[in-house]
């Protein structure tokens, strides 16, 4: 039996699974959330809920006004798009409408205080300086961690783009040694080398991405350089990793570690403790800050829309 517009149920399989690579796991795990809550609220309002036609404009509509004065505007509108998500895999038309636009801006300004996340704060140079000081350069992991630091920065990268949530280190979509051109090694004019890094997976560069590193105060190709030196790391070892001080094995520094050792540093002196995206935050506010060209800052940085510049 052929399932959708005539095509075989394998096919159809196939087309999914191709779909669904365009999409991070976390991303789905997000979708897959928000179908469950609309399903929990038609079982509420004893709605009949049906996957298999297209949910009706009034009752979106509906759905969503149920989220005011509850939910953050960011968060109706993730719950929606889940839905509409849901919709493509199954090949359904959605019904979205300028009505229900309106009515998720509604639901943006009846938004709690409760559920409105405060700004998260930048990291700053004052902070990367801090933060050199105290990191002791003759210890392997510390070299590690001052070379990550400023790349992450100055890159407005996601943490994790570079950084391994645990030790075993998924090399299909965490960059490599081999994968960094260190200035001269990168191309370009001599006065204005730059560092480029290939990002081989990334939150929306599914098939991967080259970033490119300027000369910063603080520079990020410099730390680069003297880390794979001093940690003698292989083309095919991660990018920052370390050798273990007893068993001069290779350790992928892990973001917890990374964020632990730097906010040890940073609370001691009394500064604020951040999270692995205070550091995209902080590296856009530094650019803006120095007179870089806001679309530069933002093609740079991979910004998909203009909410970078509420940094500026």
Request: proline share 5%.
């Given at each position: ?6 095509i075989s ?22 979708y ?7 399903q929990q609220?038609?079982a ?5 809920f049906?996957n298999?036609r ?17 939910y ?7 719950k ?9 895999l ?14 998720l ?8 205080d ?9 990291v700053t ?8 000081l105290?990191?002791?350069?003759h ?7 001052a ?5 992450i920065f ?9 950084l ?8 299909t ?5 081999k ?8 191309g370009g ?5 730059m560092?480029?890094i ?7 560069e ?19 350089r003297?880390?794979?030196e001093v940690?003698?790391?292989a ?8 050798r273990?001080?007893?068993t001069?094995?290779?350790i992928?520094l ?7 050792r ?6 001691a ?24 060209d806001p ?8 910004w998909?829309?203009?909410s ?5």
């Amino acid at each position: 039996m052929s399932r959708v517009h005539g095509i075989s149920d394998d096919t159809w399989a196939r087309t999914l699974a191709v779909h669904n690579t365009a999409v991070s796991q976390g991303t789905l795990k997000n979708y897959d959330s928000a179908a469950a809550h609309f399903q929990q609220w038609c079982a509420a309002e004893r709605i009949p809920f049906d996957n298999s036609r297209s949910i009706p404009e009034p009752i979106l509509c509906v759905y969503a006004a149920s989220m005011a004065g509850v939910y953050a505007g960011g968060t109706a509108r993730s719950k929606l798009a889940g839905l509409r998500y849901a919709h493509e895999l199954h090949a359904l038309r959605w019904l979205g409408s300028p009505r229900l636009l309106q009515i998720l801006n509604d639901v943006d300004l009846a938004a709690p205080d409760t559920a409105r996340r405060d700004q998260r704060p930048p990291v700053t140079v004052a902070m990367l300086d801090k933060a050199l000081l105290r990191l002791d350069p003759h210890r392997l992991f510390n070299v590690c961690v001052a070379a990550a630091m400023p790349t992450i920065f100055w890159g407005q990268l996601r943490g994790g783009e570079v950084l391994s949530m645990t030790r075993t280190y998924n090399f299909t979509v965490l960059p490599t040694v081999k994968g960094a051109c260190l200035q001269a090694d990168a191309g370009g004019n001599t006065s204005q080398q730059m560092t480029a890094i290939w990002l081989p997976c990334t939150k929306v560069e599914r098939r991967g991405i080259w970033i490119w590193l300027a000369r910063h105060y603080n520079d990020p190709s410099q730390a680069l350089r003297e880390h794979f030196e001093v940690n003698r790391l292989a083309p095919d070892d991660p990018l920052f990793a370390y050798r273990d001080d007893r068993t001069d094995a290779v350790i992928p520094l892990t973001r917890n570690t990374f964020l632990s050792r730097l906010n040890e540093i940073w609370s001691a002196a009394g500064m604020q403790r951040v999270t692995a995206h205070c550091f995209r935050i902080g590296g856009t506010t530094a650019l803006l800050r120095a007179g870089v060209d806001p679309e530069v800052v933002k093609i740079a940085g991979r910004w998909c829309s203009d909410s970078f510049l509420r940094y500026w």
